[in-house]
């Protein structure tokens, strides 16, 4: 199987006790009425890399976007069920979706840099939090954590849009980096991204989950099986017609048993191309 060669191994102590970051329980999404998500029970564990993968339209970024509560910013999107977040409700009211989103950042499909420079896009984050300490300091340490302090430390005033397109997405990285986040959520972050630049990315990602909690969107089984711990395999559910299209969590495991001997049959005949 072609996926399973590039497994890579999880070195880590398989007894050790990891932290539950995020606790889904009878988690649903719907659009304007309409159910997209339904369903979904799953735990995210402290530095741990999860994946999430599926058909298209299955509400892997649906489910990604709850995390943050940036689905709060999609009009007619409402959450059902409950989640958790080092045991806080999420969702409850006395909860800023600003301070969430501080704690827990987000780092999209193209590179979005802000039309400023280098700086100034590291910066504007702990600026708009009124966020105390040294601001060269705090520019200076995301971009080494990101692995762009040395490609840029000459020019940190040069407008963003003048790097590569794998540059911009490390300092996409990086501004993530500079709110002092626990979590980073990317959703296919490297689909617009050459091979090199994607190399470097998931280098980056996997040096990174020492320090943070990542999900990862991506449509690149390969890419699952090289970087992550544990992976959610969803599904499109047809069986209330093809107009009530419905996405459900089918399992998550670690990564290796999702790829060689998933729990589900669905899920096996997906990572070996039956469908999807
Ligand atoms: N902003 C939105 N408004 C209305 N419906 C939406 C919105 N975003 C997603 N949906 C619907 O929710 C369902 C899940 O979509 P979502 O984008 O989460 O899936 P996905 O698995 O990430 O898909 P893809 O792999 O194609 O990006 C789909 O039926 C989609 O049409």
Request: hydrophobic fraction near 30%.
């Given at each position: 199987m072609g996926v399973s060669a590039g497994l890579r191994k999880d070195t880590r102590d398989p007894g050790a006790t990891r932290n539950e970051i995020f606790k889904l329980s009878g988690l649903g999404v719907t659009y304007s009425g309409k159910v997209a998500v339904e369903g979904v029970d799953m735990s995210l564990y402290e530095n741990d890399i999860t994946a999430f993968i599926g058909p298209?339209?299955?509400g892997k970024s649906t489910v990604l976007r709850c995390l943050n509560r940036m689905?709060?910013?999609?009009?007619?999107a409402t959450v059902q069920g409950t989640l958790t977040y080092h045991d806080v409700d999420?969702?409850?009211?006395?909860?800023?979706p600003v301070a969430v989103r501080q704690r827990v950042g987000m780092v999209f499909q193209k590179p979005n840099p802000f039309p400023k420079s280098i700086y100034d896009n590291i910066a504007f984050g702990p600026r708009v939090l009124g966020m105390k300490g040294d601001m060269d300091e705090i520019v200076e340490t995301s971009l080494r954590k990101a692995a762009l302090w040395d490609d840029v430390k000459d020019r940190l005033k040069d407008n963003a849009f003048g790097m590569s397109g794998g540059q911009q997405q490390r300092l996409c990285i990086a501004r993530a980096i500079a709110t002092s986040p626990d979590v980073i959520l990317m959703?296919?972050?490297?689909?617009?991204?050459d091979p090199i630049s994607t190399g470097k990315i998931e280098e980056l990602m996997l040096e990174l989950k020492s320090q943070y909690t990542i999900v990862i969107v991506t449509h690149n089984m390969q890419q699952a099986a090289r970087v992550s711990d544990r992976t959610a395999f969803f599904i499109v559910d047809l069986s209330a017609g093809e107009s009530n299209r419905i996405g459900r969590l089918v399992e998550l495991n670690p990564t290796e048993k999702v790829f060689t001997n998933p729990d589900d049959s669905r899920t096996e005949e997906y990572v070996t191309g039956k469908f999807g």
């Open positions: 298209s339209g299955c689905n709060d910013l999609v009009p007619g999420l969702y409850a009211p006395e909860v800023d959703d296919e972050p490297c689909s617009a991204l």
